[in-house]
């Protein structure tokens, strides 16, 4: 199985701040990476897939890079309602696979 | 509305078996792939198991695989998930949701549509 490795495990930052969170594959998966945003006691919700790419009514302060093994995700000009989990995912291949995820909290 | 709303969680033993049920409302169910993804209390992420479009065609995590089996019914535009030989480490709450590419065989493993989750204990 496909090993994702996030880091960091957990980062405090303000409102206004540029944060970003990086996810690291195992082997090689080309573009096939998704990024999502989990709130407590919600179910995920997609933010970026093929590694790069805007999920529809995301804003577009969340923007995604990488390819290969290494991604990251930036998130600009914090909002109040960013602050949550933030979740890698391969899907290269099955078992499709996620990272431990980042927590976001407020400084 | 497009929506998906799980149900069949609860308390069951060690060893027994349940099964989840996941209602697809809002739009063409029979044109997506759709997986399972639980998550244990207070832990991250785990996907585990997909079908096909069609229903033709399944994949598993290998900590349920032989145990769990995925399911749909077009007619009900309905998801299942058997569950047998439940244990501790099942105990997690269970989402279902939608692949993001329509017609696609197991899709491209994205998930754009989730449910709000059935929460399933096993304990004696």
């Known amino acids: 199985d496909i090993l994702m490795t996030q880091s960091p495990s957990s980062v405090s930052a303000s409102v206004g701040d540029r944060v970003t969170i990086t996810c690291r594959a195992s082997?090689?998966?080309?573009?096939?990476l998704a990024w999502y945003q989990q709130k407590p006691g919600k179910a995920p919700k997609l933010l970026i897939y093929?590694?790069?790419n805007l999920q529809s009514g995301v804003p577009s302060r969340f923007s995604g890079s990488g390819f290969g093994t290494d991604f990251t995700l930036t998130i600009n000009s914090l909002q109040p309602e960013d602050f949550a989990t933030y979740y890698c995912?391969?899907?290269?291949?099955?078992?499709?696979?996620f990272g431990q995820g980042t927590r976001l909290d407020i400084k | 509305q497009v929506q998906l709303v799980e149900s069949g969680g609860g308390v069951v033993q060690p060893g027994r078996s349940l099964r989840l049920s996941c209602v697809a409302s809002?739009?063409?169910?029979?044109?997506?792939?759709m997986h399972w993804v639980r998550q244990a209390p207070g832990k991250g992420l785990e996907w585990v198991a997909v079908?096909?479009?069609?229903?033709?065609?399944?994949h598993y995590a290998d900590s349920v695989k032989g145990r769990f089996t995925i399911s749909r019914d077009k007619s009900k535009n309905t998801l299942f998930l058997h569950m047998n030989s439940l244990g501790p480490e099942d105990t997690a709450v269970y989402y279902c949701?939608?692949?993001?590419?329509?017609?696609?065989?197991?899709?491209?493993?994205?998930?754009?549509?989730w449910g709000r989750g059935t929460l399933v204990t096993v304990s004696s």
């Open positions: 995912q391969q899907a290269n291949s099955f078992p499709s696979t």
């Open positions: 949701a939608r692949d993001l590419v329509e017609l696609a065989t197991t899709g491209d493993c994205y998930f754009d549509l």
């Open positions: 809002g739009f063409t169910f029979s044109n997506y792939a």
């Open positions: 079908v096909s479009y069609d229903g033709t065609t399944t």
């Open positions: 093929g590694a790069f």
């Open positions: 082997q090689d998966i080309s573009s096939w």
